[in-house]
């Protein structure tokens, strides 16, 4: 091809000429942005970051000091979980939530099983509860807040009626408790 011929074909499609050359022209000025200007930005804001990170963790590589750290932090935690004779008012809290969400608990039942080689216990709670859909979306999102340890394993809704909102919430929960004797 001759640059006579470039010349007729450019002449010939000049608009599609020019789009072309101004998404070339704008694609090079976006790697140029990217490569001068954010990757260096990004650079020192990781670095900002990773010093931060070490400030919180305390001296600067100190190993010994996280670890004695992390110790009083699991401590602590542990300190937290409720002993097992604090099964009821655990149980009544989570009641209270389901009432407080307009839920009427219907049956329940629980199985307490030992946690080996720990100084918990886990009790696997079978709940079922009727209400209002909405009333069952709040509750489960106010356990999901709740401050103690218990976790929903599984739920499912069944509702008998196509026209009405009243759903019936099967939902197993494991509440850990630590025991008393440890």
Known sequence: MTWEQIREIV??????????????????????????????ALVKLQQEWSEKRLLLTGSKGDLTTIYRQGEADLAAFQQRIPLKRDFTRVMMEVFELASNNGLKVKGITYKPEPIKESNLVTYGVVMTLDGKYAGIKSFISDLQC?????????????????????????????????????
């Open 11 to 40: 002449k010939s499609r000049k608009w599609a000429f020019i789009a072309v050359l101004v998404l070339v022209l704008a694609n090079i000025a976006m790697a140029a942005y990217s490569r001068f200007i954010q990757q260096p």
């Open 146 to 182: 709740y401050g103690g340890l218990v976790t929903m394993d599984s739920i499912s809704l069944s509702s008998n009626s196509r026209t009405e909102e009243e759903v019936s919430l099967k939902m197993q929960l494991s509440a850990y408790l630590r025991t008393e004797g440890k």
